[in-house]
């Protein structure tokens, strides 16, 4: 049973940085491409980030791109989000969200009805 958890999350200044990670604590054996999704207070859930099972694609939200960074380790069942040049508008929950295999076009990585696994989520707030 795959079961993701978030953390990493935390309260940080404008510019400054941190680093989400995603572990399946269930420790499956499925190859899983996983996503970071975030939720800002009152709106829907938007998608950050994308990586596949072995790393090859990855996909970014234009919001984000430059200043994130996805990767993952698998021998640690784990993926990571690294932040930098944090804004107050990227202040949200993230989480973490994975579906077994690989989705049937580039463009489902940014899709929420294709993952399966959700993590409970983490609070990030960049204090301007």
């Known amino acids: 049973q795959v079961q993701l958890v978030e953390s990493g999350g935390g309260l940080v200044q404008t510019g400054g940085s941190l680093r989400l990670s995603c572990v399946d604590s269930g420790r499956t054996s499925s190859r899983l491409a996983v996503a970071w999704f975030r939720q800002r207070s009152g709106k829907e859930r938007d998608f950050v980030a994308a990586i596949s099972w072995t790393g090859n694609t990855k996909k970014y939200g234009d919001s984000v791109k430059g200043r994130f960074t996805c990767s993952r380790d698998n021998s640690k069942n784990a993926v990571y989000l690294e932040m930098s040049s944090l804004k107050p508008e990227d202040s949200a929950v993230y989480y973490c969200?994975?579906?077994?295999?690989?989705?049937?076009?580039?463009?489902?990585?940014?899709?929420?009805?294709?993952?399966?696994?959700w993590g409970p989520g983490t609070q990030v707030t960049v204090s301007s």
């Open positions: 969200a994975a579906v077994a295999g690989e989705p049937n076009y580039a463009s489902d990585y940014a899709e929420k009805r294709i993952y399966e696994y």
